[in-house]
């Protein structure tokens, strides 16, 4: 039997334990964030029952919905890039700034890049409203412009900045701005979250290339190879 102080050894020695698997875990996701370049989705961030995550180890792909969602890009175009993002997002405005706007110019008539929401609020108390805001300007045809003037955010992101976006380009601010008050996209951007998690998106910014799952602003090169991958698919 133990005696009292072996019995003390043996429950120190379980804390450290306990406390080095805790630091661990810790200094896992603290890498993950300044490698991959994305932030996760805290559980708190909305009221829903956890999401199955998506397999790591498991390549497969998924069959996003893009229809009655913001797309650039030609409809037919054999590549579809499916972005799930967050206007507040600083690795977001990174891959939009050093990847996205490059790729596009690189395959114009081959990618249609279609813009889905996910605003972790728990980290970004403006993003939902952002989310909302573009919506609003995109009932004025003007969704993408407004959507480089959020990356931009010249003027951050509150209630009144998004307002003064608007203005700058021209929008019809009454109709904006009864839309961006009466919330009339709220609900559409808490469905798009509820999918996002439904499919294991944890993180932004979360990609889909023709259904491939790449996480992170990962830096062009990465997208480059997928697309090429699946051109060479065509011919």
Not at 71 to 78: F, K, L, N, T, Y
Not at 102 to 122: A, C, W
Not at 217 to 232: D, H, K, N, Y
Request: aromatic fraction near 12%; hydrophobic fraction near 40%.
């Amino acid at each position: 039997s133990y005696t009292k102080s072996e019995k003390l050894a043996s429950v120190k020695g379980k804390n450290v334990n306990t406390i080095g698997m805790i630091a661990a875990f810790a200094l896992g996701i603290l890498i993950g964030y300044f490698i991959w370049g994305f932030e996760t989705a805290s559980p708190e961030r909305i009221e829903l029952e956890d999401a199955p995550a998506a397999e790591a180890e498991e390549v497969r792909r998924v069959d996003v919905p893009t229809d009655g969602f913001p797309s650039e890009g030609p409809d037919d175009a054999p590549i579809v890039i499916v972005e799930f993002s967050d206007f507040q997002c600083p690795f977001c405005t990174k891959w939009h700034n050093e990847t996205y706007l490059p790729l596009m110019e690189e395959y114009p008539d081959q990618i249609k890049l279609v813009y889905r929401n996910f605003p972790l609020t728990s980290i970004h108390p403006d993003a939902y409203l952002s989310a909302e805001a573009a919506m609003c300007a995109g009932d004025q045809g003007r969704y993408w412009d407004y959507h480089e003037a959020l990356f931009d955010s010249v003027y951050g992101l509150s209630s009144d900045a998004l307002k003064q976006y608007a203005e700058e380009l021209g929008l019809e601010m009454n109709n904006f701005s009864v839309c961006l008050d009466e919330h009339e996209y709220k609900d559409f951007v808490r469905a798009d979250m509820e999918y996002a998690m439904s499919i294991g998106v944890q993180s932004t910014p979360t990609f889909y290339v023709n259904g491939q799952l790449v996480v992170g602003a990962q830096p062009i090169q990465v997208f480059r190879e997928i697309i090429e991958l699946e051109l060479a698919k065509l011919n």
